[in-house]
């Protein structure tokens, strides 16, 4: 029976559609469904004080109600509730452990996949050359930071990954972990590239044909190495600026598997280009990195993946400190006090501040599925203090009173929709981002949380293919949920959960732990201690195997032709060899 009296309210509920009946009778059962309310979280009243006196928190919504009496009105909601969702009867890899083959790409700290970004000098030169005179274009585009963090060098942290992606949900895209669901937010997005929420929308873009004026020409070539070389060559600057943006985007944002640059993405570039106003990258870097992370399960760990999967890295490095392989030394002092070159975004700051901290896949497993490790506090946000990062990121808090545009961006990080992900167009995805999941991490109170089943993929777990005005369609919805959303509300940040989600996730969690053990022993017993650096064989170079040649020629000959070397001048060449092993 629905429940409207206003301190259980829940806001936001979207209409009743879809395949999921079992939710949307559940969803009825508990309260849930109050269609009349079009905000995006109502305010609720608790006993909850901080030092400055009472707090006024708030749930995240949509969530389902949470009744006085946990043990005896909402046990059997839950119970059933926890059949269906978070994973809607798909197993994540720690339940399904034995479908598991290989998982070799990721045996290494470098390049987990082919697309892995890898910033060489021509690149971070090619940037410099340019910054000179298109700095405050990008800051205006709020991309400046992003095109600054892809000239550092990323590295994998292989134990910590690929413990990660066991508790990885592709149906709700968290991270199922003892404490709850966890995930990459909007706002770690914005926190870690320092890009815009809010701003042009590159979500359709790849449905549009390329601009008329101003139209890139191409420069013949889409191989990485030969692509840098001839745009740097142009002369033509707006040519070569839009040939930047165009090897930016499928390089760092896409990292497409291909290694080539795509002309699909050209209308991307194009946009950049003639923008004037911030660039909405956050919401696609998110849909990528999705996206990334369920095709890694679904392919079995190839390295065959496009995707961003360098912002994941950084995001479980930045929440996971503790136990990362170059975990973030919480004695240092801020990087705007040592002597880095620069610090543009936590990005930059996870990066720079890295100290060496080396375990095993099996500890990371560990420390991940301890049921006594308890998050509190900026424990559930990294990123609070906003010490890094553009001026306007550092402004960009719940804490205070908001100014119209930020509203608009507060509303991009709370709502849920289908995001945008294509890696190469005409083939659309769209990605299910549900913060409702993550109200701690974005300073909530944690309720049961309503699953978005609104969004197109049916059932919650595939991601099929989609067409361009299905696309389009998505970003209407957002659209409309943004303008029901009629404000903002300033909140004291304190993450915490109410007696019906911890009773929940209970129901939840045992459905995970009850394979964990077995888990563990088949992922060490069949693949050693997870992955760990391997070393290959690297191919001799021309030099080395004329050493080899020469060192096995019988003694006499060998003589002779070192001999020759070393009298004849026009050779070219010396080779030193230890005369000892002839």
Not at 146 to 162: N, Y
Not at 411 to 427: E, G, N, Q, T
Not at 484 to 489: D, I
Request: proline residues 5%; positive net charge.
């Amino acid at each position: 029976m629905v429940n409207n009296s206003k301190i259980s309210r829940i806001c936001t509920v979207p209409s009743l559609v879809g395949d999921c009946g079992e939710i949307q009778e559940l969803a009825l059962v508990s309260g849930a469904a109050n269609l009349e309310v079009q905000q995006a979280y109502e305010s609720h009243d608790t006993a909850t004080s901080l030092s400055s006196g009472s707090a006024r928190c708030y749930k995240l919504g949509p969530c389902f109600d949470s009744p006085s009496s946990v043990e005896e009105d909402n046990k059997p909601v839950a119970a059933r509730l926890s059949k269906y969702y978070p994973s809607e009867k798909a197993k994540i890899l720690v339940q399904n452990f034995s479908s598991l083959v290989s998982w070799r790409s990721w045996c290494k700290n470098s390049s987990p996949v082919v697309g892995w970004h890898l910033p060489d000098e021509t690149y971070c030169n090619w940037v410099k050359k340019l910054e000179k005179r298109l700095e405050q274009k990008w800051r205006d585009l709020r991309i400046y930071e992003a095109i600054m963090l892809s000239t550092r060098l990323i590295s994998f942290d292989s134990p910590l990954m690929s413990a990660l992606m066991c508790f990885w949900d592709k149906s709700c895209n968290a991270f199922l972990l003892p404490e709850g669901p966890m995930g990459i937010t909007m706002e770690d997005v914005v926190a870690i590239t320092s890009c815009s929420p809010v701003g042009i929308e590159l979500s359709t873009l790849g449905t549009d044909p390329p601009d008329v004026k101003n139209t890139y020409l191409g420069i013949g070539v889409t191989s990485y190495g030969n692509f840098v070389t001839r745009a740097m060559a142009l002369r033509d600057k707006e040519q070569e600026e839009m040939a930047f943006y165009l090897y930016w985007i499928c390089k760092f944002v896409v990292c497409n598997r291909s290694v080539m640059v795509l002309k699909g993405f050209q209308c991307v570039a194009e946009t950049i280009f003639h923008a004037k106003g911030p660039i909405a990258l956050a919401p696609f870097l998110l849909g990528l990195a999705y996206n990334c992370l369920g095709n890694i399960l679904r392919s079995d760990f190839s390295e065959h993946v496009s995707g961003p999967l360098w912002l994941v890295v950084l995001w479980a490095q930045a929440y996971f400190n503790p136990i990362a392989a170059s975990s973030i030394s919480t004695h240092l002092q801020s990087p705007r006090q040592q002597k880095f070159n620069s610090i543009y975004s936590y990005g930059d700051y996870i990066i720079s501040s890295q100290v060496h901290c080396e375990k095993t896949f099996g500890e990371c497993f560990n420390y991940l599925t301890d049921n006594k490790r308890k998050r509190q506090g900026e424990e559930w946000n990294p990123f609070l203090k906003r010490e890094f990062g553009a001026d306007w990121f550092r402004t960009f808090t719940l804490h205070q009173k908001h100014t119209r545009d930020e509203k608009d961006a507060w509303k991009a990080v709370l709502i849920a929709r289908d995001l945008p992900a294509y890696f190469s167009p005409p083939s659309f995805f769209l990605e299910p981002y549900s913060p409702n999941q993550f109200a701690r991490q974005l300073g909530h109170l944690q309720s049961v949380p309503v699953p978005f089943y609104q969004t197109i993929n049916q059932p919650w777990h595939s991601r099929n293919t989609v067409a361009a005005n299905v696309l389009k369609h998505a970003e209407k919805d957002y659209f409309i949920r943004k303008s029901a959303m009629s404000q903002v509300n300033q909140i004291h940040w304190f993450p915490s959960s109410d007696h019906a989600f911890d009773f929940w996730w209970l129901w939840c969690w045992a459905n995970v732990a009850s394979y964990v053990s077995e888990a563990k022993k088949h992922f060490v017993s069949k693949f050693g201690n997870g992955p760990r650096k391997m070393h290959k064989k690297r191919r001799a170079t021309r030099t080395q195997k004329l050493q080899r040649g020469i060192l096995q020629l019988p003694s006499p000959l060998f003589k002779y032709i070192l001999e020759f070397c070393y009298s004849t001048v026009s050779v070219g060449m010396i080779i030193y060899v230890d005369s000892s092993k002839a």
